[in-house]
């Protein structure tokens, strides 16, 4: 599958995500609830992993795993501090998009940083980005 539609469906997924959070967040303590989505993921991982199972690597190096690792504290984080921002009152249009597009903007940033490749365009990007987001934060004061 072209790369482009994983990423546009990781970022449906990711949308999805931050609703799913926004209702939760009400109802559950955030800590219970972090733990609630990865135990979920581990399951679903487990379901669309086990058919494959035998035809696939599931590693080549140990510095895959130190990643990984320090991925799955990241998303304790988001999870955790999502059902935190959520759960006193943030609204998920201004949520939403400060979580969504700082990330973008500093995954971009450290990207440039590892060596791909710098253009105006995505420097004006970023700038869209980060400045929407920094209004969104400002008006929901």
Same mark, same amino acid.
């Given at each position: 599958?072209?790369?482009?539609?994983?990423?546009?469906?990781?970022?449906?997924?990711?949308?999805?995500?931050?609703?799913?959070?926004?209702?939760? &967040?009400?109802?559950?303590? #955030?800590?219970?609830?972090?733990?609630?989505?990865?135990?979920?993921?581990?399951?679903?991982?487990?379901?669309?992993?086990?058919?494959?199972?035998?035809?696939? #690597?599931?590693? &080549?190096?140990?510095?895959?795993?130190?990643?990984?690792?320090?991925? *799955?504290?990241?998303?304790?984080?988001?999870?955790?501090?999502?059902?935190?921002?959520?759960?006193? *009152?943030?609204?998920?249009?201004?949520?939403?998009?400060?979580?969504?597009?700082?990330?973008?903007?500093?995954? &971009?940033?450290?990207?440039?940083?590892?060596?791909? &490749?710098?253009?105006?365009?995505?420097?004006?990007?970023?700038?869209?980005?980060?400045?929407?987001? *920094?209004?969104?934060?400002?008006?929901?004061?």
């Amino acid at each position: 599958m072209n790369p482009i539609y994983l990423a546009v469906l990781a970022a449906v997924s990711f949308g999805l995500w931050t609703v799913f959070h926004k209702v939760a &967040s009400p109802y559950i303590n #955030q800590i219970f609830g972090a733990i609630i989505v990865s135990f979920v993921a581990v399951i679903v991982g487990l379901i669309v992993l086990l058919p494959r199972f035998k035809h696939i #690597q599931l590693m &080549s190096d140990w510095k895959g795993i130190f990643f990984v690792a320090l991925a *799955g504290i990241a998303a304790f984080f988001i999870d955790y501090l999502a059902l935190s921002a959520y759960g006193k *009152g943030l609204p998920v249009s201004v949520g939403g998009p400060i979580i969504i597009g700082g990330s973008i903007a500093l995954a &971009s940033i450290i990207g440039f940083f590892m060596g791909e &490749s710098v253009s105006l365009l995505k420097i004006i990007a970023l700038i869209l980005i980060i400045g929407g987001s *920094g209004m969104l934060a400002y008006l929901s004061k």
